[in-house]
């Protein structure tokens, strides 16, 4: 055991947090707090840290253990570099390696006779500073800051020149290098791309000690976690397995109870009904059998409503009017901002019932591509067009569609005139929005709430293009499988950015990547671009005989996936002049053929021989052109 949680109780006033929350963690486990927003999951790290006194029950730790705490918000900034900072994390290192050097530095002026006497002391300090991974945890501290998608150029920058999400990322590198027994993550992911996040999970997936982690991203828990503590209604459960499979064992749970509790309201209905028929009667015999009953139904172990965590999102997409086959047609975008290229010569094409997801690391412009298409932002370079009878529904990760003046009713109102005050309340109702929730100011709202009121009115547009930017952030896990749900139901057209790899996997038929400016296009769910990604890694390490970058941190370079699609150009390219020379000498022979059948052909020796020389010279070059289509055609970079 590392860690353990007894009967754990919060309340702030009247109002109740958590309570009687006990689990246990144990070496090398990694588990994860999940919960609604609102549940306590914070809270509860804050009281393990000790940041937070509980108001009952107890935190035990295992002796010696160090314990490493990542908030999701970041206090004051430290001072230093970037690379300075994460390395302080091993200060005792850095004061042993300092230690060494001194004793080096006086090696000369030792006497003789106290000379093996600190030899012996030096080399104990030597070995013991080796164990610590004194000769390793500055390179390791640069892995871990390239893995979280800093570069070296970046390592000397001082906190002050860095952003929010930065800053997050430089505590996180710092927490990682000082490996403590038992990491405490919350939302450790918020502020990291699609790479970073992938590194991280490697990381965490071969760390040794304990892990326990507070986060949305179900791909990222699923990939990490074997325990899952659920907090609801204040109290905690603990599931074993990671996200999925406990995402399975509570709906089962959810749906027994509930068939349970249905099963037993039959039951007592029954055994009411008669219970009143005997009463009925009026006779001795039928009312001392109304009586057996009664006490017997008064006995029953009455079994609660199965309750709910909160009502649930009602969310409905489908498209008033079917588009034309050819939704979107992109070509030769570009768009640079401060004289910093995003791309240009983006080229696509989206057809109707495509669910497309566009994924790349933070920065290439991916929201930049959604707001050019919605007329929000103007390209440099390029045209747009839509098809026939396409109409577009835009969700916008920064909510600048909503007012923050209005009340939620107001909104609603104004961005549909035609609805009734009935209609607009049922459909806030819908949002999980009731009584004077619809008064409330937009400006006041949480993000998911104002999440939720931003897909209200993308359901009322009847639209037939969805164009999504990060539409799961700030919901929480039920509200996003609503969410996937409503959109794999959903008959129209879907274009979107998401971090939320799940997310991804349940509802993409196509993957978009950009990368280095570029898009790549990729057929099927996200499993299945992470699994062509991989064939070409493992491509490109077999043809160079090396990682890239001499580095095993999971990314290519840019350098080396130019290199990498001009190689599969250049095959492509070989194969298709091949097959043209196969096509060219095939119709050569078949002409030869046709001219000996000729009757002046057939009696003119001279030009017997001179065709039938040029007919088996055409067969040898066609087999050896054979030869070449084959290999060409089984190159693994074609296998994309």
């Not at 690379?83 to 006497?111: F, G, H, N, T, Y």
């Not at 590194?199 to 990490?224: K, M, N, P, S």
């Not at 591509?369 to 577009?392: Q, Y």
Request: proline fraction near 1%.
């Amino acid at each position: 055991m590392v860690l353990s949680c007894h009967k754990i109780s919060k309340a702030y006033g009247t109002d109740e947090i958590i309570k009687d929350v006990s689990f246990q963690i144990e070496q090398g486990e990694k588990a994860a707090i999940i919960g609604n927003n609102g549940a306590g999951k914070s809270t509860l790290l804050k009281i393990i840290t000790g940041e937070i006194t509980p108001d009952d029950g107890e935190v035990v730790t295992a002796k010696d253990t160090v314990m490493g705490y990542l908030a999701q918000y970041q206090g004051q900034d430290e001072e230093g570099t970037m690379l300075d900072i994460v390395l302080s994390a091993r200060e005792d290192l850095i004061k042993e390696e300092a230690s060494i050097r001194e004793m080096e530095a006086r090696m000369e002026q030792i006497p003789q006779g106290e000379l093996d006497a600190f030899m012996e002391r030096y080399h104990s300090q030597i070995r013991h500073f080796d164990q610590a991974g004194g000769y390793t945890f500055r390179s390791e501290a640069a892995g871990i800051l390239k893995g979280l998608g800093f570069s070296e150029s970046d390592f000397s920058k001082t906190m002050d020149m860095l952003s929010g999400g930065q800053k997050t990322r430089v505590s996180l590198a710092k927490l990682l290098v000082l490996q403590p027994d038992i990491l405490l993550l919350d939302e450790p992911i918020n502020h990291l791309d699609l790479s970073s996040i992938q590194w991280l999970e490697d990381f965490l997936q071969g760390y040794r000690g304990a892990v326990l982690i507070v986060a949305h991203d179900r791909y990222f828990l699923d990939r990490i976690v074997t325990k899952v503590i659920d907090i609801s209604f204040h109290r905690a459960k603990v599931y074993r397995g990671n996200y999925t499979e406990y995402a399975a064992q509570r709906e089962l749970e959810r749906i027994t109870l509930q068939n349970s509790y249905e099963k037993q309201q039959r039951e007592i209905a029954h055994q009411q009904e008669v219970i009143d028929k005997l009463k009925s009667y009026n006779r001795e015999k039928s009312v001392r059998r109304a009586e057996s009953r009664q006490k017997m139904l008064d006995k029953m172990e009455r079994l609660e409503a199965p309750q709910e965590e909160n009502s649930r999102m009602q969310l409905e997409l489908e498209p008033d009017v079917i588009s034309g086959k050819d939704v979107l047609e992109v070509s030769d975008l570009a768009k640079s901002y401060d004289g910093r290229k995003l791309f240009e010569h983006l080229s696509f094409q989206i057809q109707r019932g495509d669910r497309i997801a566009l994924l790349g690391d933070n920065g290439t412009g991916k929201t930049t591509i959604l707001k050019i298409i919605n007329g929000v932002v103007e390209a440099d370079a390029g045209s747009i067009r839509l098809g026939a009878n396409v109409s577009i529904g835009y969700y916008d990760q920064e909510q600048q569609n909503l007012s923050g003046e209005k009340t939620l009713f107001e909104e609603m109102q104004d961005a549909y005139p035609g609805l009734n005050n009935t209609r607009i309340r049922n459909i806030l109702a819908a949002f999980m929005f009731t009584g004077d929730d619809v008064f409330k100011r937009i400006d006041a709202l949480s993000g998911g709430e104002r999440g939720r009121i931003s897909l209200a009115k993308l359901m009322l547009s009847g639209a037939n293009f969805l164009i999504l930017d990060e539409p799961t952030n700030h919901l929480d896990m039920e509200s996003k499988d609503i969410l996937e749900q409503a959109l794999n139901r959903y008959t129209g057209t879907i274009l979107y950015v998401s971090h939320d790899r799940y997310f991804v996997n349940r509802t993409a038929s196509r993957i978009l990547e950009l990368s280095g400016g570029k898009l790549e296009l990729f057929y099927g769910n996200y499993d299945y671009y992470m699994e062509k990604k991989r064939q070409a890694k493992e491509t490109a390490v077999g043809e160079t005989g090396e990682e890239k970058n001499g580095q095993g941190d999971g990314r290519m370079d840019w350098e080396a996936q130019k290199k990498l699609q001009a190689q599969k150009r250049k095959v492509a390219g070989e194969l298709a002049r091949t097959e043209k020379e196969i096509q060219k000498a095939e119709d050569e022979i078949a002409s030869i053929e046709e001219e000996f059948q000729k009757e002046e052909v057939a009696t003119n020796s001279a030009k017997l021989n001179e065709l039938t020389a040029r007919q088996n010279e055409l067969q040898e070059q066609l087999e050896d052109l054979y030869l070449r289509w084959e290999e060409l055609s089984e190159s693994p970079l074609l296998a994309e």
